[in-house]
């Protein structure tokens, strides 16, 4: 997945996109900000759970569902695309 950045400096949106397919694009640090949870810290899984029930609106369940789903995925590869590189565990 190659992330990059689209549009002008002050939309803060990002794109991923990967060959065959549809690209995604989003505001980076949109949850932090709909959650109200400070830039830089986790965000609580209490948190986390009431934005995937709908407790911050239509807008919360999509960045959690992205949050968790995509992103999460991504993280997950490459940590493990690491630990093959320098021959270690998964």
């Known amino acids: 997945m190659a992330a990059k950045k689209s549009g002008s400096k002050s939309s803060g949106r990002t794109t991923i996109s990967s060959p065959g ?5 989003f505001s980076a640090g949109g949850l932090h900000r709909t959650t109200g949870t400070p830039a ?5 899984a ?12 239509p807008l ?9 789903g995509l ?4 993280r997950k590869n ?5 630990a093959k590189k320098a ?4």
């Open 60 to 68: 919360g369940v999509k960045q959690a569902n992205l949050a968790t």
């Open 21 to 25: 397919k549809k690209p995604v694009s």
């Open 87 to 90: 021959g270690g565990k998964k």
């Open 46 to 57: 209490a948190k986390m759970a009431k934005a995937k029930a709908g407790g911050y609106g």
């Open 78 to 82: 490459a940590a493990k695309n690491r």
């Open 40 to 44: 830089g810290e986790t965000i609580p």
């Open 71 to 74: 992103l999460a995925k991504g």
